[in-house]
């Protein structure tokens, strides 16, 4: 894409120093370069950030593996021979660090063919201009910058009775994959991290329990959405702790001891804690530059600017939504709104409109309004729902679990919000979420002329 020329050829280019080189931070960079800034992204570690390297690409990855696995011993429903498929942790090994060093070598040349400065080491705010750089190999540098982007990202919460050590009391990061193939692994956490390894673990062949602390897992989802996972868990043999909270891990030389609040206690090989995130912004200077936090977040107005104009914040020290994709487009945000784009009218992130996807089997995905939420609020709404089990290519595909809702405005049509439970979910949701976002209507959905057979026909049926 040609570069939009946005500063006046007499002044020098503005000089972008960001911190933090992960989604938020690649993107704010890629997109700061072609508005014709001068940039310069600091990383400490791999660019691409947590994102590639621990949290959503290794555990897609796994999650794919574990569903090959699920397909090959399927087979013969297929109309196959039946395969006895065996998993190899050393080739899994390889092949997430083979994904992890392709979408690191892409995203350097990118940067480096839009002339951004790649800086490998540590960087921290001196002042509200100043950033000193600590390179990787010793070195210490101070940069001086016109806007400063803060997207260091979070990492795993760790409550103090969890004696974490990787081998057999780990966090999420200690999972990509673990030391050894957990004969019997305890999650500690229902929210969509915890699920997802619940399901990452049990497709692998490990007998796991998922520790609940709410009266259901994914207690923020939708009752119905979260019912059809809890029954698929149990079906394939997860034992589910309900209501119990845990508050103590023993470890011996042969396994753990989770105890719980309810004196409930689960026995087990490894324990996997994945009750959250805080934010990485110790060290980062946010005092010497004036910059307001809370709870260790950077407050940030609607323009993504914190206390301080010329300073922002993106991805998950935001404390916005944290989620790869909206830290992406917080970085773009912030590249147009720095270099002035925002003069002309625009629309700001509305974080309620994003959406997100549980990769579990089924696969979940919703986006906008739940239907359990606007009925809370006492919102008059339209819901329609059909199953896959009218589709026929949800049949082809020997796979016809789950349905998809929609949540419309009952006096415009207005799509409002939806979930999608099936195969697929995490692709066909972007349909939705583009009706929610454009403003479209159930109509606008029933007229779009879509392919068959394709699972997407049901979204327009749903809109019906
Ligand atoms: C297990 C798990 C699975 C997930 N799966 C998904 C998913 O499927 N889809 C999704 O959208 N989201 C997912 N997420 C959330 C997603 O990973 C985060 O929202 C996303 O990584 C946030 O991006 P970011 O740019 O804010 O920070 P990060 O990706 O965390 O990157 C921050 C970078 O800053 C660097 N850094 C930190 N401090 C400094 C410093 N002082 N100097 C230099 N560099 C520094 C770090 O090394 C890191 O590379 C998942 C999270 C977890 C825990």
């Known amino acids: 894409m040609d570069p939009i020329e946005t500063t006046n050829d007499s002044q020098p280019p503005k000089h972008f120093v960001i911190i933090g080189g992960g989604p938020a931070g690649t993107n704010c960079a890629t997109h700061a370069a072609r508005l014709g800034a001068k940039v310069t992204l ?19 990855a796994m999650i794919a593996t574990g569903s090959a696995m699920a397909t090959m011993n399927d087979a013969s429903e297929m109309g196959l021979a039946t395969v006895d498929v065996q998993l190899d942790f050393e080739a899994l090994r390889k092949r997430i660090t083979d994904i992890e060093h392709r979408l ?3 995203m350097t040349s990118l940067l480096q063919s839009q002339g951004v400065r790649l800086i490998e080491g540590t960087g921290r705010l001196t002042g509200p201009n100043d950033v000193e750089v600590t390179h990787n190999t010793g070195e210490v540098e101070t940069l001086r910058a016109d806007i400063v982007v803060l997207s260091t990202g979070s990492r795993p919460r760790v409550p103090d009775w969890a004696p974490i ?41 490990s007998e796991v329990t998922l520790v609940v602390s709410r009266r259901q897992v994914l207690p923020e989802k939708d009752p119905e959405v979260a019912a059809v996972l809890e029954q698929s868990f149990l079906d394939r043999g997860v034992n589910l702790l309900i209501g119990a909270r845990a508050e103590s891990i023993e470890v011996s030389d042969d396994g753990v001891r989770v105890a719980c609040n309810d004196g409930r206690i689960a026995d087990g090989s490894h324990v996997l804690l994945a009750i959250g995130s805080i934010p990485n912004s110790d060290n980062l200077g946010l005092d010497a530059a004036g910059v307001e936090e809370e709870w260790g977040y950077v407050k940030v107005d609607h323009n993504l600017r914190s206390s301080v104009p010329h300073i922002y914040a993106a991805g998950d020290l935001s404390g916005k939504l944290p989620l790869s994709s909206v830290a992406s487009v917080q970085g773009r945000k912030i590249a147009e709104h720095a270099m002035g784009l925002h ?13 997100s996807a549980i990769f579990t089997d089924p696969e979940i995905a919703d986006v906008g309004i739940a239907e359990a939420d606007a009925f809370a609020e006492g919102r008059k709404i339209r819901v329609t729902k059909v199953p896959f089990s009218v589709s026929a290519k949800a049949l082809i595909n020997n796979d016809s679990r789950g349905f998809v809702k929609i949540v419309s405005d009952p006096a415009t049509g207005v799509v409002m919000g939806g ?14 979420a583009l009706a929610v976002t454009a403003g479209l209507t159930v109509r606008d959905l029933m007229e779009s002329l879509f392919v068959h057979p394709a699972l997407a026909e049901v979204l327009s049926e749903a809109a019906e």
């Open 343 to 355: 003069a002309a009218p625009h629309r700001h992130l509305d974080y309620d409109k994003a959406a």
């Open 165 to 205: 050590d990787g081998q057999r009391v780990l966090t999420t990061r200690h999972a990509y994959p673990p030391p050894e193939l957990p004969k019997h692994l305890i999650v500690v956490g229902s929210g969509v991290t915890g699920v997802e390894f619940v399901h990452m673990f049990n497709s692998f062949g």
């Open 419 to 432: 979930s999608i439970v099936g195969r697929h979910a995490a692709e066909l949701i972007s349909v939705l």
């Open 42 to 60: 600091i990383e400490r570690d791999i660019v691409g950030g947590a994102a590639h390297l621990l949290d959503c690409v290794p555990s897609k």
């Open 104 to 106: 690191e070598d892409s």
